[in-house]
């Protein structure tokens, strides 16, 4: 399974890269949300973890472009936004989860497991 994490926070991606494990994912990376639809379009990953507040482009405004091309892509906000609206407003756009940062391994594993079983 493919997995693109979004996030402007080098320490971030690589955390969730770190907790995830490749064995289960073949993992890609990117650092703002351009970045990330040009890895997307050459990657096409069926999970995306994202990041709302990046330069270029920020995570919402990511979301509805990823959702435009694959509308099955399954997207888990990772934000440090800690307002209920936010949370609301990437579920409202097609993200299927929301996590808050700082996370444990635990919360990642738990958010990923309950997106594969949509």
Same mark, same amino acid.
């Given at each position: 399974?493919?997995l693109l994490i979004v996030d402007d926070s080098n320490v971030i991606r690589?955390?969730?890269?770190?907790?995830?494990?490749?064995?289960?994912? @073949?993992?890609?990376?990117?650092?703002?949300?351009?970045? #990330?639809?040009? /890895?997307?379009? @050459?990657f096409a990953p069926e999970i995306v973890t994202m990041d709302i507040t990046?330069?270029?482009? =920020?995570?919402?405004?990511? /979301? =509805?472009?990823?959702?435009?091309?694959?509308?099955?892509?399954?997207?888990? /906000?990772?934000? $440090?936004? $800690?307002?209920?609206?936010?949370? /609301?407003?990437?579920?409202?756009?097609?993200?299927?989860?929301?996590?808050?940062k700082p996370f444990t391994a635990e919360m990642l594993h738990t958010e990923? #497991?309950?997106?594969? #079983?949509?």
């Open positions: 399974m493919k690589r955390a969730i890269a770190r907790e995830i494990g490749s064995s289960r994912y @073949e993992i890609r990376s990117a650092g703002n949300g351009t970045e #990330a639809l040009a /890895v997307f379009d @050459e990046m330069p270029e482009l =920020d995570g919402l405004s990511c /979301v =509805d472009a990823i959702l435009n091309r694959r509308p099955d892509t399954k997207i888990l /906000v990772i934000s $440090a936004l $800690a307002d209920k609206a936010t949370a /609301v407003e990437a579920i409202k756009r097609g993200a299927q989860g929301f996590l808050l990923l #497991a309950e997106l594969l #079983a949509e």
